[in-house]
């Protein structure tokens, strides 16, 4: 298309046949506006509105509950309740159908809102701000290419490098073993797991954001930064360190229905749900803890305690992402974004505050995910913020507060809506308006009827 990137400029100068009769005219190196933030945009993976500490979850989640306390905690932000489509969404500003991830990329099909393909005349946040002097990095899962476009000879259009990313180090597809995961490096695969026993990725995910951020402050300390860092984590399998699973040994022995009462009775008292809310009657697909057999329940408990262990190693690791900016100096600088992709897995429902539905359903319980949104000494902290809102509202957000105006064939395109309203007053006017969410599997060869 003609405005990603901007065209060349004319040249302003003079050329005439002798060199002293000649002038050059000044480079136009592109520059962020002065004040345009660092972005470190956080998304995990299947993990549900009732999990955290914040919005009385049972996982001690102590980084990400900080970025809550010290910033603005969105308490109806929704997702398309699957992965793939929430993300382009998300880094689009378009709904998922606009861009043709109306599916995850495993399940595309030839119709133009599911063929996985994102169109070229989108961009993504990483392509607007990098045309307006920033630096880009991905870090994790990408999960955008299409599955016939996930090799190492490309094509890379559409992989994090051919839509805005200066750098990317993670994963393409939509999950792996966080013990031996097949990891790109810009585009070459690469097997970090090998001669490391300890290895865990997203130990490493970290590790190399933050070599990432520590080397553009000290190249281009004058640019601001974009870093999206996307762990696959807590999306199956879940792969913890043993020692972070038996931290909640014992803890949901209890059982499914007494945690979803103990979680409904800590967002009654911490506000998180009106007084009035009912608790969503357990799904009819999942027996009654009483009714489930005796021998099975240490299996139950025990997939419990491991999700609670992935989701707070997680949360240790974004910790260290976080603390990364204060080592930098650059914490003051910097706007913090924090949300995940869609609900909890069907094996997680419980942990989906009890409402309706999970991961891949058109109900709140796949839908409504936390999102958390911090700029020490800009931005109020300790606000909750009752507006609905979308991923598709995260990019048009982004580039009105770094200043980087949105090419005008692009800018007709975007579909959300810019939260800088809400960002300074909670209770701003914010009109009613349809968001879209269509999810569906077909049952094997239902496609061709």
């Not at 399998?237 to 803890?251: Q, T």
């Not at 357990?282 to 491991?306: C, F, G, H, V």
């Not at 009109?431 to 969410?437: E, H, M, Y």
Request: hydrophobic residues 35%.
């Amino acid at each position: 298309m003609t405005n990603v990137p901007f065209g060349t400029p004319s040249f302003s100068g003079r050329a005439e046949r002798l060199i002293k009769d000649s002038h050059p005219r000044k480079l136009d190196e592109k520059r962020a506006p002065s004040g345009a933030p660092n972005v470190l945009v956080i998304m995990l993976d299947d993990v549900g509105f009732g999990s955290f500490g914040t919005f009385g979850g049972p996982v001690p989640t102590p980084g990400l509950d900080r970025v809550a306390k010290d910033g603005l905690r969105y308490n109806q932000f929704h997702t398309t309740a699957l992965c793939s489509p929430t993300r382009a969404s998300l880094l689009t500003g378009r709904n998922h159908h606009s861009v043709h991830m109306g599916g995850i990329t495993e399940i595309a099909n030839s119709f133009p809102g599911y063929d996985s393909a994102i169109p070229p005349e989108s961009a993504t946040i990483a392509q607007v701000l990098r045309m307006h002097g920033y630096s880009t990095g991905c870090f994790g899962k990408w999960h955008l290419a299409p599955s016939w476009e996930q090799g190492p000879t490309g094509p890379f259009d559409r992989w994090p490098i051919g839509l805005g990313f200066d750098r990317f180090y993670g994963i393409l597809g939509a999950e792996a073993s966080q013990w031996e995961p097949a990891v790109y490096d810009q585009t070459t695969p690469i097997s970090p797991h090998v001669g490391n026993p300890n290895y865990h990725l997203t130990e490493d995910l970290a590790d190399k954001a933050i070599e990432w951020m520590q080397q553009q402050r000290a190249t281009a300390p004058n640019r601001p930064f974009l870093c999206y860092f996307s762990t696959p984590a807590v999306h199956a399998p879940h792969h913890v360190p043993r020692e972070w699973i038996d931290k909640f040994a014992g803890h949901f022995d209890r059982g499914w229905d007494a945690l979803r009462e103990e979680i409904y009775e800590r967002q009654l008292k911490l506000g998180v749900i009106p007084p009035d809310t009912a608790l969503t009657a357990r799904p009819e697909q999942i027996p009654a803890w009483s009714d489930y057999p005796e021998r099975y329940r240490p299996i139950a408990t025990r997939l419990m305690e491991t999700f609670a262990g992935f989701l707070a190693h997680t949360d240790h690791h974004i910790s260290r992402v976080i603390a990364a900016l204060d080592d930098l100096g650059i914490a003051d600088d910097t706007l913090v974004v924090f949300t995940t992709d869609n609900g909890t897995a069907a094996g997680g429902t419980v942990f989906n505050d009890g409402m309706r539905g999970q991961k891949g359903s058109p109900y709140r319980g796949g839908t409504r995910v936390p999102s958390f949104w911090r700029w020490k000494g800009t931005l109020p902290a300790g606000v909750d913020v009752p507006a609905v809102t979308s991923a598709i509202d995260v990019l048009p957000t982004l580039c009105e507060i770094a200043g980087a105006t949105i090419p005008p064939a692009v800018a007709e395109k975007v579909e959300g809506r810019s939260l800088v309203p809400l960002l300074t007053d909670a209770s701003a006017a914010w009109p009613d308006r349809p968001l879209v969410t269509h999810v569906g599997r077909w049952d094997r060869g239902r496609a061709a009827e």
